[in-house]
């Protein structure tokens, strides 16, 4: 026995064998999941594409054709080291579960496919119903009774299992049924299709043994390859002495020293050799973080496409494609409050080569149109302009675009060969856009179209549209009304003269308070409002004066980035009814001052009666779209009448000449200095008020 055989580890699987059948094209999981988690959400995503079936199936006299169905799927390992792999060359045999009998070996089959390089199949023409799906491989370098499947959530839908496993549990049932020696290695029991198209994915966990733990610190085991020094290496078998004597066990020369088995130089000649213009791109989720004002394209070379498992794309027979929006929270609808950038990103990927022109991608060029018709077209396309026969070169992508200008689209298309394994990712930015300038409630639909030619037959997919929504309006913050305090003048509120009420109104004073001044009296009220808006408003002011009160006039300003703007340019601001001005119509945060001289008959209002006076203010968004939104404040005032009492002079006069204190004379009044003044014909020079009260 070696010294350094460790504890058996068996650990139970992780991931496995899994088939995921979902609404999404076929090669949703060409890309292996990290983890499990990863893997029952793709398992578990849910498509609402629908794509049409590429064979119809149609009599020479019938005039309707007949509904198919499509499995999709995907069959991937992860390694005891973590390192995933897809799986070519696996045979996929689909049974009708209702007539599938164990114990015989004459089921008929109803569709079979094998895998491709990617690990992707596909299986066409199918009826709804419900299948049952096996697994034969065919692959010489894969090992099943290595592997072991997982149990997905039961949301699935279905439950993959091994065969040795699914053997076992029928013998335990039925332990006197006779069950024989099949082929496949896996199955899924019972696949309920009752959509046009579902997908299945497939992954085996390797199970963990203690070889496998002694060899973690080194390189990963992954199919195909042989460990260097295996032959000597490996425990001989106690009972066989052949083993022990056997020459070629301990020096055969191709275990230790073939050199492909160890490096494979000639595989990463091969690698280096194909990826040079991968050098130095960003990664496709680098891409997805690009700054929100920037718009960027790359390309990545790998084995399985990298699309977002939260995405809806379209698939053909060796391709994928996808549109959706980055840098938001949702991939394919969003709705915009204010101001904003708005980036899509394209994907598309190849298991196959494809030549040139052979992609042809469309999506409409206009998101939308501002009030003035003006159409808001990109202002960033991270692929260069180009048609065929005139196209640009770009290391960052195989795609060129132009416009369309009968059909108004955006049309993309592959200006040099798209080499098999390729995703290739580029973004599309509208920039700027200004909510101000857009009617709420405008929507937009981009329906993005691909076309792709495989082998001669042309592939034509839908992906699911973006869609968007400006939701703009107006927002009333506060309304409060209080009498005047003007601390730079002591008799407001109340006013007295014409001169004062015609400094707090706009225009001239109307006619009636010119002739017939003195039988009112005025107070002025003050009025602060704030606002916010994200389209054009009006503003509306109703006044209701207690006690008989009437409106002479008023004056405000709107205060926008501390900048002042007259409500009202034409002179005569109309109180009570609706009024804009086109300057501060689309200010989006605002406050304003506005003051109110109201006229209360002398009859009715007198010393020491209290007054008041309340405003309803509206703030009417333009659209019509939503309703205006109106706040009211109301105030008081103890209405004083102002006299003028003289109780003599309050103030001493002291006056001396040439600064000498023995000429100081003071005076007692005003007058007596006037007089003084008067007499000496100048001002008292060197006087100085001083207050005796």
Sequence with gaps: MRTHKRIHRIVAALLALVLVITMIPDTLLAQAPENTADVERAVAAESTDVIESKDEVETANETEVSEQFSLYGSVMITNADGTTANLDKIKVLAYRAADYDKTVNTNTVIAETVTKEDGMYRLDNLAKDTYRLEFVSENTEFDPTAYTAVELDQTVGYRPIMAETEKAQDMAADPEAVYPEKAYFACIPQVVLEETQKEAALLLQKVETAEDAEKAEGDALTIGQTQPGEAETKPEAETEPEAETKPEAETEPAAETEP????????????????????????????????????????????????????????????????????????????????????????????????????????????????????????????????????????????????????????????????????????????????????????????????????????????????????????????????????????????????????????????????????????????????????????????????????????????????????????????????????????????????????????????????????????????????????????????????????????????????YSHSIKTYTSWLDVYEAAREQGEDCIGSFIDSLS
């Design 260 to 659: 492909e088995a160890e490096t494979e130089p000639e595989t990463e000649t091969k690698s280096e050799e194909s990826e040079p213009e991968f050098s130095d791109l960003m990664t496709i989720e680098e891409l997805k973080e690009l700054d929100e004002e920037m718009a960027g394209a790359t390309m990545e070379l790998a084995d399985m496409n990298l699309f977002s498992r939260d995405s809806r794309f379209a698939a053909g027979t060796s391709w994928t494609f996808d549109a959706y929006y980055v840098k938001e929270a949702d991939l394919h609808n969003v709705m915009k409050t204010d101001d904003f950038n708005l980036k899509y990103q394209m994907e598309f990927h190849a298991s196959q080569n494809l030549d040139i022109g052979a992609v042809e991608i469309r999506i409409p060029r206009e998101l939308l149109q501002y009030r003035d018709g003006t159409s808001i077209v990109p202002k960033d396309i991270a692929v260069p302009e180009g048609k065929l026969g005139s196209t640009t070169e770009s290391r960052s992508t195989p795609f060129n675009y132009y416009i369309d200008e009968e059909t108004g689209e955006l049309v993309f298309f592959n200006y040099r060969e798209i080499k098999s394994g390729t995703n290739a990712a580029f973004q599309v930015l509208y920039k700027y856009l200004k909510i101000m300038e857009i009617r709420d409630e405008t929507t937009w639909s981009l329906q993005s179209k691909v076309a792709v030619t495989v082998d001669g037959a042309k592939e034509e997919r839908e992906v699911e549209p973006l869609t968007g929504e400006v939701d703009s309006g107006v927002t009333l913050s506060s309304v409060k009304k209080a009498p005047l305090n003007d601390q730079t003048v002591q008799y407001n509120p109340e006013l007295y003269t014409k001169n004062q009420v015609k400094q707090y109104i706009t225009g001239e004073l109307p006619q009636e308070y010119e002739d017939h001044f003195d039988q009112y009296n005025y107070v002025v009220w003050r009025v602060d409002m704030e606002g916010k808006a994200t389209q054009p408003w009006s503003l509306s002011v109703n006044e209701a004066p207690g006690q008989s009160g009437k409106i002479v006039g008023c004056s405000g300003n709107i205060i926008y980035k501390n900048v002042y703007t007259s409500l009202d340019h034409t002179g005569q601001l109309p109180v009570g009814e609706d009024f804009q001005v086109e300057d501060v119509r689309k200010y989006k945060s605002w406050s304003c001052k506005m003051d109110i001289v109201v006229a209360y008959p002398k009859a009715q209002v007198y010393d020491g009666q209290t007054v008041s006076n309340s405003i309803t203010v509206g703030l009417k968004p333009d659209d019509g779209m939503d309703k205006p939104q109106r706040k009211s404040s109301s105030a008081t005032w103890v209405y004083r009448k102002y006299d003028w009492i003289y109780s003599g002079d309050t103030i001493g006069i002291q006056k001396w000449n040439s600064g």
